[in-house]
């Protein structure tokens, strides 16, 4: 279920090295979780006397240690993706390695919990992954060069373990980060003129939508199939498999309708506010959204977090339905090209969509937040839809099936099209400001990280100590 509501030039080498870093951070959880077996490998030519050596403890920070056999498996392991570390020095992966540690160190300290129902199900979704990719769980064994498939699970299950507090922890330091106007116009302004990023060609696109009218009749077989569930289930059936054998949402009925949000989620109005209506153990009655009727179930509550699973059930639209759809906006396309009425103004008055029609019809862009569609990056079943229109014309009426089988009709239309330009303060203002909130995210995590090197016992031992190290791990 959808209810999820050209890079820059210019920046200073040092945030460079830590955008890279943190970047690496996602590929290390995906390189330690999910290996295919699809990529040659090589091995690094620093790591290859070192298999000579007896494998030993070359640093600690808090209560982990790192193995000098764990630098070789990164490689490894990032290698096996496809990613490129012949500019990545042992140096640099043991800062990194670091750092990890750190995290998920000060993530116990903390008290920031990952349960063991969190671990074993990302274990669970990576193995069913890797078994797909390598053929048997066997094979996934001795691909990791594992005694045992138990011996496999209990390292796989620390890894994620550490990967989910690190990333937690990651998380608790920028969330509070926020940036003013007058900090994004002085990231702006030092940007070197000969520096300022360059941004690849945009379309704005809006939409107007008509959804087929549902019978009554319909929608109380919904309505009295979902209560027929919560019936069930308060007398001992289990809410997850009804959800994996009859909810309609494709995002989380392959696992038992399973969601974790917070207030902050970017779920629809209506879900939030019955799920944060409900206490632990509770099941809601039958609720409409946009995508259907939904009941919830609430199965656990941690501070502002809700654990929940949910059942989506979309209500059967016949042809007659359809078909008055169809013609009903092929009346308003005709009004909007006898100038009778503006594209904006029939979406406000017309659409059936909730979330663009206030606005005239306009798209937002889920990834940056604005109105601009990067072409090379546009989802492609749009890009399909709106690439050969001239700047102001309409589209036929394209029929929208969604994940769960729900049909609608809408026409779009490309508002503005940008050509590849130069980064301009006025016009990309909200890519400027994303870029100047994750350097000042940077800094705040390079601050955090120098003040908790500084509290933290850490060691490193032998050659290693002869590392130069971006941070101060070896405290000089």
């Not at 990032?78 to 500019?87: P, Y």
Request: aromatic fraction near 8%; proline fraction near 3%.
């Amino acid at each position: 279920m959808p209810l999820k509501i050209r890079s820059m030039k210019y920046i200073n080498k040092s945030v460079v090295l830590t955008v890279c870093f943190l970047m690496m951070a996602t590929s290390f959880v995906f390189a330690q979780e999910i290996i295919q077996d699809t990529v040659k490998t090589k091995k690094p030519v620093l790591a290859e006397n070192r298999h000579q050596k007896i494998d030993g403890v070359i640093a600690t920070v808090g209560d982990y240690n790192i193995l000098d056999s764990d630098i070789d498996k990164t490689f490894l392991e990032l290698s096996s993706q496809g990613n490129s570390v012949k500019d990545i020095t042992r140096c640099q992966m043991l800062g990194k390695l670091l750092e990890d540690k750190l995290y998920a160190h000060q993530a116990v300290q903390d008290s920031i919990i990952v349960t063991d129902d969190d671990v074993k199900s990302k274990m669970e979704e990576q193995l069913t992954y890797m078994v797909e990719q390598l053929g048997s769980m066997d094979k996934v064994v001795t691909y990791f060069k594992k005694s045992s498939e138990a011996d496999f699970r209990a390292d796989l299950s620390e890894i994620i373990k550490m990967n989910k507090l690190s990333s937690a922890m990651q998380k608790k330091i920028i969330d509070g980060v926020e940036i003013t106007p007058e900090e994004v116009r002085t990231f702006f302004k030092k940007i070197p003129t000969s520096e300022l990023p360059l941004f690849g060609a945009e379309m704005e696109v809006s939409q107007i939508v008509v959804a087929p009218k549902v019978s009554p009749e319909e929608k109380q077989k919904v309505i009295d199939r979902l209560k027929e569930f919560k019936k069930e289930v308060q007398e001992g059936a289990s809410f997850s498999t009804k959800a994996v054998l009859y909810s309609q949402d494709p995002g989380s009925s392959s696992n038992g309708g399973y969601y974790k949000m917070n207030k902050k989620t970017p779920f629809v109005k209506e879900f939030k506010d019955v799920a944060f209506s409900l206490g632990e153990g509770e099941i809601s009655e039958p609720f409409e959204t946009d995508f259907g009727w939904h009941i919830i179930y609430i199965e656990k509550i941690k501070g502002q977090d809700v654990d929940l699973r949910h059942i989506l059930l979309v209500p059967k639209t016949d042809d007659k339905s359809l078909s008055e759809a169809k013609e009903r906006i092929l009346q308003i396309k005709k009004k909007i090209e006898d100038k009778s009425i503006s594209f904006a103004d029939a979406a406000r008055t017309e659409s059936d969509e909730k979330e663009t029609k206030a606005n005239g019809g306009v798209l937002i862009n889920p990834k940056t937040q604005d109105t601009h569609f990067e072409l090379t990056k546009m989802d492609p079943t749009l890009y399909a839809q709106v690439s050969n229109l001239k700047e102001g014309e309409v589209s036929i009426p394209q029929i929208d099936v969604d994940q769960s089988g729900k049909k609608k009709y809408k026409l779009l239309m490309v508002t503005n099209r940008i050509e590849e330009h130069t980064a301009d303060y006025a016009k990309d203002y909200i890519k400027i400001k994303n870029l100047a909130l994750k350097e000042k995210q940077i800094q705040a995590i390079g601050k955090w990280s120098e003040e908790k090197i500084k509290e933290t016992y850490i060691k490193i031992n032998g050659e290693y100590r002869n590392c130069v190290f971006t941070n101060n791990w070896l405290k000089k």
